[in-house]
Structure formats: structure tokens, C-alpha cells
């Protein structure tokens, strides 16, 4: 079986990371030479949107399935079509999205989504809502999830004056930044001065492997996400974690995770006193998480995708 993989816009090809879309391939790669699968990628870039399908069929020749990014103008003829669904939030939460964004998830729906054989969504939660918010078939839609990188699971810990909590600052509202930071003024004096709060930026490699490895704590409560990335790699890294009690962070966290409501800030500084005054349950939550990480890796994934790709060919 020979399989192209379109690299541009990375996160879509790459299972909701940007910076995962290279490690998914040559994973893939390495797991389709020990079947005899070919995979290869390429950029589909200005040529594909002025040409369209005649010049993504002349890049797919020879393969026997295409799979797109949502960079992807449109799907080349006479080869089977997949494509990963990261994200429906454009869908679930217009109001809190770019509208260039959400213009171009609309698009990639339209032009790939609902025309493809088959698709990778990135978590249960990702594929439950493309089946019932875009009108996907079941059959069609397989939950594959994303590999957390290797750095993350032996990282050295960074070291600082004082233990620290990690949150993240996304790039849209719905991280939900602004409820931690009221969440932290709610919590006691004395832990407030015992511990450091401190923010990793929106760019995905301000969350350092070490700078997790290094954290007492991982909160983490956004409103939504297609797959919840920081809970797992923060497992990953062997730290405790709270996170929202909705869309994927229960299914990513399980049992390793403590699950609050993103809405109440209340709920959310108690999650986080409970933690930080309790060294065994977080060290429990730890070990849990560090363990289920392991579902996590890039080369289970390229198994799993290659086993997709396979159906999808022989259907």
C-alpha cells in the first residue's frame, strides 16, 4: 500500500500538533517499512490552489491513498481520500473562535470532510460531534490518538526559587486562562506565598518538557479542546494535573487527572488547594498519569493510522 501525506498546515496531518506532524510521519514511515507500505509526504502549496485536483492527482501518483491537511484546496481523483479532525470548536463555540479559522474549518468540512472515505479523529469526544454536527457516517470516522513527544516522558526538571504551579496561555479565549488566574487569588496566603504561578505563552513551545517536568501541578481548565494535549504531556513529564470536566480532558485524564467545572472558579481554586496540600494524592495522581501516558506514543499511533489507512484502501 502506498499512502501520501499532504504536510502543509501540520497540525491538521500531524493529529492536532503542529509540531507533531514530523513525528507522525516518520513514524509512520518506519512502521510502514516493516510492512512493506510506502508513505510518503509532500506540500501541496500554491500549485494545488490554483490547479486543484489535476495537480494533487499528478503529486498522488501511484498512491493508493491520499490524506489531506486542512491546508488541502480540494481531493485529487482516482485515489482513496482521509483526512484528521482535530478540533470542532468552530463548530460547538463560534463566538470564541478567529473568524479566519472558522472560515477555513468550514471550508476543509466542505471540501474534504464530506467527500472523504475515511477520517482520523483525534479523540471520542472529536468523533462523537463530527458525527452529529457534521453529519458524518460512523462507519467512516476512527478515534486515533496523538503521540505526546519523547522529550517529555525523561525530561530533567527545571529548577526554580520556588515550587511552582504551570498554566497555559492559549491564543483564543477558550483556554481559559483568566479563571485560573482568579482561581490563584482565591487560594490561601500562605500557599499563594509558598508557591509560584506561572504561565507558559501561547506558542506550543513555550510548555517546555522541562519546565513541566520541573511543576508541582499542571492546571489546565479550558472550555474546550479535540484532544488535550498539556494533560498528556504533563502525564507524561509525571506531574499531577487539573482539568476541565468536559470535551476531551476526561477521556485524555481518566483516573490520573482532577476534574473540576472550567465555568467555576471556586471549584477550580479547591481542586488546586486539595493538591497542593496533599503531597500523597498528588503523588498518586502522578504515577496514574506517567502510566496512562503510555497511550500516548507516536509509534502506537502510526500503528493504529496505518491500520487505518488499510481499511480504507480495501474497502
Known sequence: ?????????GAACGLGMADGAAEWLAALQEQGQG?????????SGRLAALFGSAW???CARGADVFHASQATPCGPRGVKLTATLSDVSPWL???LIAPARAKAARLFAERILERADG???VSDAVRQSAIQLLGL???KVTTIYPGVRKDFFDAAPLRRERPYVVAIQGEEPRTNLFAVREAWLLLKPELREGFELVIAGAAAEALTPELLAGAILLVHVPLYEGFAMPVAQAMAAQIAVVTSDS????????????MVDPHSVSEIAGAITRLL???????????YGRARAEKYRWEKCAAESLAFFHRVHEA
Open 35 to 43: 510492512q512493506r507500505d510506502e508513505i510518503r509526504g509532500m506540500q
Open 1 to 9: 500500500m502506498r499512502v501520501t501525506v499532504d504536510e502543509a498546515g
Open 93 to 95: 463555540m463560534p463566538q
Open 247 to 258: 470535551s476531551s480532558m476526561p477521556e485524555v485524564g481518566r483516573d490520573a487527572a482532577l
Open 277 to 287: 496540600e496533599a503531597d500523597g494524592e498528588r503523588a498518586k495522581l502522578a504515577r
Open 56 to 58: 494533487l492527482g499528478f
Open 119 to 121: 477520517c482520523i479523529a
Open 137 to 139: 457516517k460512523p462507519e
